[in-house]
């Protein structure tokens, strides 16, 4: 049979394959952005939509004080998120890797997992079960006779959505970071320890920079959705903790002005894409000066 007739077929069956997720994607994906960056070019009075071009709406989320404000203070959340998260995932997946027998490890993984099972909204009304004023840890501590009144600064800040979202994405964290512990070659680790490393150089010159890939996964994973998370700050953040995407979701509901929040948006989304990729470059070079 003809060679290139095989490979026609080939790719034919590989275009059949990717075609329907492909669609998918361009059908609830790229359409959507689409429309919505369309959008962020229009005016609205009330109900009545121009759709004449205009930059306004950007130079408004661009320059406003309050908006920001509001990006800035979403930034903040959001790198204090994802580092508490992955400060805290990474020596738990660095246990279950190095520590746990193999017979165990998917005992633990599926422990990991079992936060999922439970609905995103029922563990941030926990948390404000736990943090709020007649909540388990002024109960416990006023029970205990440390405090004579309930402490007023749990709730309702900057604090409890740092907790809260940390609390939520800490089994995204865990995974990709276990999975790099997974694909490390032992025979390296003692190959260090033979050549006289200690457990603080062995990990710092063969463990951390090996593990890397899955840091930088844990970063993004937790990174970039926290960011545009707006059901958290608004019910544990209190006034002075809304975020950017609460704004967004005022200008699209009440303020009726979806252009703005569309520009509002993609504002949002064009910072977290550059953070992103700039922190991806520094890590590449940072890779490539370590080989």
């Known amino acids: 049979m003809n060679f290139s007739f095989i490979q026609k077929i080939r790719g034919e069956s590989g275009l059949i394959l990717v075609s329907p997720p492909f669609f998918y994607a361009l059908l609830l994906l790229a359409f959507p952005l689409m429309g919505v960056f369309a959008l962020s070019f229009w005016t609205q009075d009330y109900l009545e939509l121009n759709r004449d071009f205009t930059l306004d709406n950007y ?7 309050i908006y920001q404000a509001l990006m800035l203070r979403s930034l903040k959340i959001s790198i204090l998120v994802t580092l508490l ?4 995932a990474f020596p738990v997946a660095y246990y279950i890797s190095f520590h746990v027998s193999p017979k165990k490890k998917p005992l633990w993984i599926f422990l990991i997992t079992i936060p999922f099972w439970t ?8 948390w404000k079960v736990i943090l709020g004023f007649n909540g388990v840890i002024n109960g416990s501590l006023i029970g205990i ?3 004579d009144e309930p402490l007023k600064f749990l709730l309702f800040n900057q604090g409890a959505i740092v907790v809260t979202l940390s609390h939520a ?3 995204f964290a865990i995974l990709p970071i276990y999975v790099a ?8 680790l003692e ?7 200690g457990p603080v150089r062995r990990f710092m010159r063969v463990t951390l920079p ?4 899955g840091i930088i996964a844990a970063t993004l994973i937790v990174f970039i959705p926290t960011i545009g998370d707006y059901v958290t700050p608004k019910l544990v953040g209190g006034p002075n903790g809304l975020l950017i995407a609460n704004m967004i979701e005022v200008q699209f509901k009440k303020a009726n002005n979806a252009p703005l929040g569309a520009a509002l948006a993609l504002s949002a989304m064009f910072v977290v894409s550059t953070i992103a990729m700039v922190f991806l470059w520094f890590n590449r070079k940072y890779l490539k000066q370590g080989q």
């Open 119 to 126: 609905s995103y909204l029922i563990r941030i009304f926990l």
């Open 145 to 147: 006779g440390l405090i």
């Open 191 to 197: 190959a260090s320890e033979d050549l006289g490393d």
């Open 169 to 171: 994405w800490i089994p």
């Open 85 to 88: 998260t992955v400060v805290l």
């Open 210 to 213: 090996l593990a890397m890939p």
């Open 59 to 65: 130079r408004e989320a661009w320059t406003g004080a």
């Open 181 to 188: 512990l997974e694909k490390i070659d032992r025979s390296l």
